[in-house]
């Protein structure tokens, strides 16, 4: 056998190189033991970027084709539960003759309530297990139920690893808007009146004295009992049940051929504003009748960014949302030309916003609302700064002299450990108060002139200026000393919270009847500043404050058996199988799931 050649040589260290690193499979075809193997293999010899191309859709395609596996499943087990709630709730009582439902409520309803409870658990099992949010796998779940109805070929295609996931969770969301309904003929339409037997008060009863209502009456939960369960391992249908007949559900059957279509061809971003125009087209609802409904949706909603930052979005009808944007860009504009103005038009824009929901004084946008909160990066700290209607304050950087603090406000003594005593400090801002425009249509009554407040914890040597630990707004986190020290100056109340000097407990705390105390609800905010079930971020102000131990059954309202629990999650502990206890020796509270798996609380957020 001759000796390997330079090129060979080269061309084996650069094979060994792309298998080290994870670039070749060294047995794509198998274990290469056939003669016919190793050829189609000799192309490892030399990786060619056409090769590794290759390899990389095989991949993207095996991760198309698990995403769809895991939406499947997660389906599939919404499903089951339905289906088989007693895993989950535990057996039905109704079953029992002498049984009697404390809460009056009829057999049907017992049963419905386990079945939507049976969904909730299940839900909070997957996501504390997968460490998703109970929203995603709730959203992944009804995106999959979507495509397999309503969207059959979109949904097959995306088992077969031919499309992404942002292709098929766009058409779902899309295809959720077309009409539930099927389409159907005028004809049609007459011969179900006169063959439903409607009475003067409603419904008439059937022959064996079953109320005769329409399905779209029905709870749709309770078609999903009568699903029968697949086995382990089988794959669930394409289509989720029987494909429409024919002339039935045209939108879904276009939009599905359509996006299909497009989906195949472009990226996702465009896709999205095909599929959109898509859907318009094939939507047989006026865009009247939709607007109204989806006017429904809107909100305002907050979203924490870094750095001391947050965005707030509105979700408005599109006419008063242009109408919002050019009131703040006139306004903006307005105060461009000022001849000592240096923030850029992006800016003052978001300054104009601020003021024009917080500031009652000074009018929108005007020089006194604008330049007390949004030019503090323009001057030192020690400056000072000036409150909403422009009065200055000293901020107080070494020591605030005892008349500066209200009479019923007492620093809070020192805890064990190295951190500073806290005091929360409610500060006020301005009413959100905004002239109707021509656009707009006018309200009653202007509201009355009240200042909303917001809450924020500052450690009393840091409001002193001797200390340097951050402050922290509730239901965002740490935020910086300027920001803090001037909202303490602007606070109309402050809120104490004692300790003990050496173990740092809350003093004075009533143990003895069932009703939460003021101060003791202060306190569980503080120490659990959210819901305690894994994964939930709901703020402990708007939480249930839960016995762990029954006050019924001995247990005492204090510090040690309280946790806030927001409604959803107070009702599945009480409802399903979920349960929690904490440890007495180091206090740390774990919830044990249906399953008998075993989650720890989240770790404190700030």
């Known amino acids: 056998m001759p000796w390997p050649s330079d090129e060979d040589l080269s061309a ?10 994870g670039l070749v499979d060294p047995h794509p075809f198998g274990d290469g033991a056939t003669d016919a193997a190793a050829d189609d293999g000799a192309w490892l010899l030399t990786p060619t970027p056409a090769h590794l191309l290759g390899e990389l859709e095989h991949h993207v395609r095996e991760r198309h084709r698990a995403t769809a596996a895991e939406y499947r499943l997660l389906r599939l087990l919404l499903h089951e539960a339905v289906a088989d709630p007693e895993p989950w709730v535990g057996p039905d009582p109704t079953l029992d003759l002498a049984w009697t439902d404390p809460r009056r409520r009829t057999v049907a309803a017992v049963r419905r309530d386990r079945r939507d409870m049976a969904e909730r658990a299940v839900i909070a099992e997957i996501a504390t297990r997968l460490r998703l949010s109970e929203q995603t796998v709730r959203t992944r779940a009804a995106h999959a139920e ?3 109805s309503r969207c059959p070929e979109v949904w097959n295609a995306f088992v077969d690893g031919t499309i992404s996931e942002r292709h098929a969770v766009e058409s779902a969301r899309l295809a959720t808007s077309l009409p539930d309904e099927p389409e159907s003929s005028p004809a049609d339409e007459t011969e179900s009146l006169l063959a439903a037997p409607i009475g003067a008060d409603g419904p008439v009863p059937g022959s064996d004295g079953a109320t005769l209502l329409p399905d779209v009456l029905l709870d749709d939960t309770a078609t999903l009992a009568d699903e029968p369960a697949l086995a382990s391992g089988e794959q669930a ?7 429409p007949a024919s002339g039935e559900h045209e939108s879904w059957r276009a939009f599905d051929e359509g996006a299909l279509d497009r989906a195949l061809r472009l990226p996702p971003a465009r896709f999205s504003v095909s599929a959109r125009a898509l859907r318009e087209r094939v939507h047989r609802e006026s865009l009247q009748t939709r607007h109204r409904r989806a006017a429904r949706d809107r909100g305002v909603w907050l979203s924490a960014e870094l750095d001391g930052m947050a965005t707030l979005t509105a979700l408005l009808p599109a006419d008063r949302a242009h109408d919002a944007l050019a009131h703040v860009d006139r306004a903006a504009r307005h105060l461009r030309v000022a001849p000592d103005e240096e923030r850029t038009l992006a800016q003052l824009r978001a300054d104009a916003f601020a003021d024009l929901l917080t500031r009652s004084t000074g009018g929108a946008g005007s020089r006194a609302g604008t330049g007390s909160i949004h030019r503090a990066e323009e001057r030192p700290a020690s400056a000072g700064d000036r409150t909403g209607d422009g009065a200055p304050f000293a901020v107080p950087n070494t020591a605030v002299p005892a008349a500066a603090v209200p009479a019923a406000v007492v620093p809070a003594a020192a805890p064990p ?3 500073p005593p806290t005091a929360a400090v409610s500060t006020a801002t301005a009413p959100t108060v905004t002239a109707p425009t021509a656009a707009s249509p006018p309200t009653p009554s202007a509201p009355p002139d009240r200042r909303a407040s917001i809450v924020i914890t500052v450690p009393a040597l840091t409001l002193l200026g001797a200390g340097d630990e951050p402050a922290r707004l509730d239901g965002y986190g740490p935020i910086d000393l300027d920001t803090a020290r001037r909202l303490a100056g602007e606070a109309t109340s402050w809120v104490r919270i004692l300790t003990h000097p050496v173990t740092g407990v809350p003093l004075a705390l009533d143990r003895s009847t069932y009703r939460v105390p003021t101060a003791l609800r202060r306190w569980l ?3 659990s500043p959210t819901c305690v079930f894994p994964g939930c971020g709901r703020p402990a102000r708007e939480c249930d404050l839960d016995h762990l131990a029954a006050w019924s059954a001995g247990g ?5 058996n309280l946790a806030p629990e927001c409604r959803h999650h107070h009702r599945i502990r009480h409802e399903t199988r979920w349960n929690p206890s904490r440890d007495p020796d180091t206090g ?19």
């Open 12 to 21: 084996d260290a650069a094979t060994a190189w792309a298998i080290d690193v």
């Open 146 to 148: 979507t495509l397999q």
């Open 237 to 243: 249908p394409a289509s989720g049940g029987p494909a």
């Open 417 to 419: 450990a190295a951190a």
């Open 525 to 527: 905010g503080v120490t």
């Open 556 to 560: 005492v309202t204090d510090d040690d």
């Open 588 to 606: 740390d509270l774990r919830w044990t799931s249906p399953l008998g798996a075993q989650i720890a609380e989240d770790p404190p957020p700030f």
